[in-house]
């Protein structure tokens, strides 16, 4: 299989070219067009009832897209839901978390399941994240480009929640305010922040999408 990740890191699309037999999973709805020889089916997003609802909540489809080269080699256009860039990574019997539907693409073997709790997350113990792991290749997206930050033993650094994309299953976080008293909290408008531990990478989104639904409301007339 050959890849291509296409147009910038503002409007991304990545362009598989699939052998015939090969096979590639996606995000439901995330194909743009692709060739008649690709044959389309809809597949649980985890292992059975309960990993296909874990998947879910952590901001996956209830099924994926499985697209395999049936009648002959052929190519397939995936873009992501929102504007933003589109990044490989290589996983060798390993693992990466992501950040809510940050998952594109990747090899149909990999297993995709949820890490977290509500009550971790209000502890300020953990969030919601995607874990993908096992061996193949996988493909996140971002809103606005992605920044890759690599992190030796020890060394810490923080990023605000709404601009994580993935990072390394080596790298350990936790949750806390981004300033210790309310009023800077509230002057500066950072609430949450994660704060990274490494060895390991962490990958930042340049836009959040929150903030920018935000600003879109604004816009919006109410009555």
């Not at 291509?4 to 503002?10: K, L, M, Q």
Request: net charge neutral.
């Amino acid at each position: 299989m050959e890849y291509y990740i296409e147009n910038g890191d503002s409007f991304s699309t990545l362009r598989l070219n699939l052998k015939k037999g090969e096979s590639f999973r996606a995000e439901a709805g995330a194909m743009l067009s692709m060739s008649p020889t690709i044959n389309l089916e809809a597949k649980s997003s985890g292992k059975g009832v309960l990993g296909t609802l874990k998947a879910a909540v952590g901001g996956e489809s209830f099924f994926a897209s499985l697209f395999t080269a049936e009648t002959g080699d052929g190519e397939v256009i995936l873009a992501p839901n929102v504007m933003g860039g589109i990044m490989k990574i290589d996983l060798n019997n390993s693992k990466i978390f992501t950040q809510g539907s940050a998952y594109l693409a990747g090899s149909p073997d990999l297993n995709i399941s949820t890490r977290g709790s509500f009550k971790a997350m209000i502890s300020g113990e953990g969030l919601f994240l995607q874990t993908i792991q096992g061996s193949g290749i996988v493909f996140v997206s971002s809103f606005g480009a992605i920044i890759e930050k690599t992190l030796k033993p020890g060394e810490s650094y923080i990023v605000d929640t709404g601009h994580i994309v993935a990072f390394d299953e080596t790298v350990k976080y936790h949750i806390r305010k981004a300033s210790r008293g309310l009023f800077s909290t509230l002057a500066t408008g950072e609430m949450l922040v994660c704060e990274y531990t490494g060895p390991g990478k962490i990958w930042i989104q340049s836009r959040n999408l929150a903030s920018f639904a935000g600003l879109i409301a604004r816009f919006i007339p109410t009555k």
